[in-house]
């Protein structure tokens, strides 16, 4: 069946990088775009950017052009997110969800989550 | 960037109760329009999108309407399993965006 997996939790100080991991399994990983999106506690959620698997191109949230970068390892099937430049607002849940059809918008399924605290 | 707001914020509901969900969007979005549901420390998951196109294996007590700017999620008999947090989503334009959430609490 159709997943997304990500890595675990990370703990990193203000002004550091993080980046995260997304593998994908069960289907053609090259046929379907991969989104990003953060949810900090207790609050709603916040879409930062999209990768093409195909062809690696992205588009990001005006809010993270400039610390975000997204690409992908087509030979793990594996997609990435790098923040940089992190502070204490970045601490999150980070997920990776994938376009549920080839050409909609819609996100389904969903990675586990990644939690990234941001603390000194 | 397109402003998506929800009512109530919150909702308590017994069991079998009819609940509705209103989000309303700042701008046109047409039927881009999703609903996903949320349990502690789960990711969300879609239940309706297009506005009201039921997600595979979703039970057909949700069901969701509306187009342009207001759109409604309803569950016609509330479940145990249903007590969870919704959110809408605007996919018409990008950054695609959500509103804040409807937390749905047992009374």
């Known amino acids: 069946q159709v997943q997304l997996v990500q890595s675990g939790a990370e703990v990193k100080k203000p002004g550091a990088s993080v980046k995260v991991s997304c593998k994908a399994s069960g289907y053609t990983f090259t046929s379907y775009f991969i989104y990003w999106v953060r949810q900090a506690p207790g609050q709603g959620l916040e879409l930062m950017g999209v990768i093409n698997p195909s062809g690696g191109t992205t588009n990001y949230a005006r809010k993270f052009q400039g610390r975000v970068s997204m690409t992908r390892d087509t030979s793990t099937s594996t997609v990435y997110m790098d923040l940089s430049s992190l502070r204490s607002e970045d601490t999150a849940v980070y997920y990776c969800?994938?376009?549920?059809?080839?050409?909609?918008?819609?996100?389904?399924?969903w990675g586990q989550g990644t939690l990234v605290t941001v603390s000194s | 960037d397109i402003q998506m707001t929800q009512s109530p914020s919150s909702v308590s509901a017994s069991v079998g109760d009819r609940v509705s969900i209103t989000c309303r969007a700042s701008?046109?979005?047409?039927?881009?329009l999703a609903w996903f549901q949320q349990k502690p420390g789960k990711a969300p998951k879609l239940l309706i999108y297009?506005?009201?196109t039921l997600q595979s294996g979703v039970p057909s007590r949700f069901s969701g309407s509306g187009s342009g700017t207001d759109f409604t999620l309803t569950i016609s008999s509330l479940q145990p399993e249903d007590f969870a947090t919704y959110f809408c989503q605007q996919a018409n334009s990008f950054p695609f965006t959500f509103g804040p959430g409807t937390k749905v609490e047992i009374k």
């Open positions: 297009a506005a009201s």
């Open positions: 969800a994938r376009q549920w059809l080839k050409a909609s918008k819609w996100f389904d399924p």
């Open positions: 701008q046109d979005v047409s039927n881009w």
